[in-house]
């Protein structure tokens, strides 16, 4: 009718302009092309080699399309069916099958991990005693960050959580919140314990099989598809490929932490099941009520343990479900969750009341263009609001950059000039260990120190001054970090200190040492 009215007016010559404009503009929006562009910017003002976008809404997909290519420098291009590292999204899945085992009356949220884990300890026995399967999911349990144990190793699974008794808290039970992988890692043991199947089995058939995701894989040495990404990061305004059987493979140590792999044709079902109360082509993966405990906030979130973003986006609250962070934003709640692996990243959000989810996979390290994606996917295709903040975040984190940056410069002004180690070269070499944190072995090469960490990082120690040294990694995408040695009181090198973690140096009980090489 409107469109007649025009149509009448214009052969009557008596048509008001404004109309005729405001029909054309209608006639011409198209927020998906529009919001297409926005992204296509985005990914070259970022320097992003590869990125997938999916977006869905009201039950349907309304957005998927891949851009750039897999390894920079080559031309083979990213599509929807290309293969991302879904990281730390995967905690939500891993959250939902302990929601499935609820559902089946075979545990509860509230039962103590060590009615399913008998052998788990954590460093207080009272927090041991007292820890609920819900506990493992919302990092409250005091234990701070303790990811060397997988990303500095290469034990298993097991030896890993056997660790976990000798990490001191930093902070008291139930009390903060410091994110923390390897609880996930028990959770999904638990899920193995309950179900009487790996969990990398369980998330296959419960979930993947269901929902029909067939190129998705719940462990990175499952992913031999060529059609997947590879990971980057950006070193001094340079792109550079990252060495992908390093962090990659080793969290499959930590699985139900972070290991799952999957693309757009897959990740679209997942996300409308998660936006349909755990329903999707007339399957229900979880009842009604458990979803909604999966995404109902169970305790606060620190200003210092979110994203950098909220200096923008300025939200009232800040909370963490089971698996998901949640905050407001235009006076909406969002559940998401975010990803990051070496040279990897991904975002998984959702904006509940609008039935509008996004889910953004990259392949440059820590690139927080994924936030910038999922907000304009909310302002784009819900909220009515147009905003630019690519290039706010850009503007945003190329500052915290420039900070970290002053900061090194500033630890680097403290070292004391013209000093020498206090022992020979040779005095340093030898075996270190400790229960917690492995073994090192520092070694001669060319006349200069070499240290290997657990066998999985190793690096050349350049003197500092005194008895630190500067560890340069072999595997350049770790930086620098200090390495010290301790004398006792007889003058001989007692321990050795790695960016906090203290090993102590074992007796040479062949009498040969560890130099070598010229």
Request: hydrophobic letters at 40%; one cysteine or more; proline letters at 5%.
């Amino acid at each position: 009718m409107r469109t007649l009215y025009l149509f009448l007016l214009v052969i009557l010559g008596n048509v008001p302009q404004h109309a005729l404009v405001a029909q054309s503009r209608k006639a011409s929006v198209d927020p998906t092309g529009r919001f297409d562009r926005y992204v296509q910017q985005a990914v070259r003002d970022w320097q992003v080699p590869g990125l997938t976008v999916t977006v869905v809404k009201d039950g349907r997909v309304l957005f998927k399309k891949g851009y750039g290519v897999r390894e920079a420098g080559k031309t083979e291009p990213i599509n929807t069916e290309t293969l991302f590292a879904m990281a730390s999204t995967t905690k939500a899945m891993t959250a939902a099958c302990l929601g499935m085992l609820v559902d089946e009356g075979k545990l509860r949220w509230d039962d103590p991990v060590i009615n399913y884990l008998p052998d788990f300890q954590l460093y207080d026995p009272a927090v041991t005693r007292e820890l609920r399967v819900r506990d493992l999911l919302i990092h409250n349990t005091g234990v701070g960050n303790a990811d060397y144990l997988w990303t500095a190793m290469q034990i298993p699974s097991d030896e890993i959580l056997h660790r976990m008794r000798f990490v001191k808290p930093v902070y008291s039970f139930r009390s903060g919140f410091i994110y923390q992988n390897i609880m996930y890692l028990a959770a999904g043991k638990v899920v193995e314990k309950v179900s009487g199947m790996p969990w990398e089995t369980f998330i296959h058939k419960r979930i993947f099989e269901p929902l029909n995701m067939r190129r998705t894989q719940a462990l990175v040495r499952q992913v031999t598809d060529a059609n997947r990404a590879r990971p980057h990061i950006q070193i001094n305004d340079t792109i550079r490929l990252v060495d992908s059987r390093t962090e990659e493979e080793l969290v499959d140590a930590i699985g139900p932490a972070g290991s799952a792999w999957t693309c757009p044709d897959d990740i679209a079902a997942w996300m409308q099941c998660m936006l349909d109360s755990g329903r999707y082509g007339g399957k229900t993966l979880l009842k009604p009520a458990t979803w909604a405990e999966l995404l109902k906030p169970q305790t606060l979130v620190t200003d210092s343990q979110f994203y950098p973003t909220q200096q923008l986006t300025k939200p009232v609250w800040k909370t963490y479900g089971l698996g998901w962070f949640q905050h407001d934003y235009r006076g909406h709640r969002i559940n998401l969750h975010t990803g990051s692996l070496t040279g990897m990243i991904a975002i998984h959000a959702q904006l509940p009341d609008h039935k509008l989810a996004v889910y953004v996979q990259g392949n440059l390290d820590h690139t927080e263009l994924r936030h910038a994606i999922m907000y304009r996917a909310f302002d784009e295709f819900a909220l009515g609001v147009s905003h630019d903040w690519s290039t706010e975040f850009r503007q945003l984190y190329g500052g915290i950059r420039q900070r970290a940056k002053a900061a090194e410069r500033k630890a680097d002004s403290t070292r004391v000039r013209n000093t020498n180690p206090s022992l020979p070269l040779t005095a340093y070499v030898g075996s270190y260990n400790s229960p917690l944190y492995g073994n090192a072995t520092v070694t001669i090469k060319d006349s200069k120190l070499h240290i290997s960490i657990n066998n999985a990082m190793t690096g050349t120690l350049a003197h500092w001054h005194f008895d630190t040294f500067r560890l340069a990694y072999d595997q350049f995408w770790n930086g620098h970090d200090p390495v010290s040695f301790i004398l006792n009181s007889q003058g001989r090198v007692a321990r050795l200190n790695w960016n906090g973690a203290e090993l102590e140096k074992q007796p040479d009980v062949s009498g040969k040492g560890l130099a070598g090489g010229k």
